[in-house]
């Protein structure tokens, strides 16, 4: 995320996402840190975010490093 755009696209997606519970998207360390309903799994939020156009590098569910 490389502008204020980026981070609210991907703040819109997460927002309409059913069973996400709180989300915190940082434009300056170009992260979102996301707490969702246990049957929302990592792979759909994932996709939701990809969708945005954004380049995911790196995830991370439950404190166990994802593959993206």
Known sequence: MSCGGCSGA?????K??????SYK???ES???????AP???????LEKIKKTGK???KGES????MGV
């Open 39 to 45: 049957e929302v799994g990592y792979e759909a939020v």
């Open 25 to 27: 998207v940082s434009l």
């Open 16 to 21: 309409k996402m059913d069973g996400i519970k």
């Open 30 to 36: 170009q992260t979102a840190e996301i707490t969702a």
């Open 10 to 14: 991907v703040e819109r997606v997460l």
């Open 62 to 65: 439950d404190g166990v490093e």
């Open 55 to 57: 380049k995911v590098t």
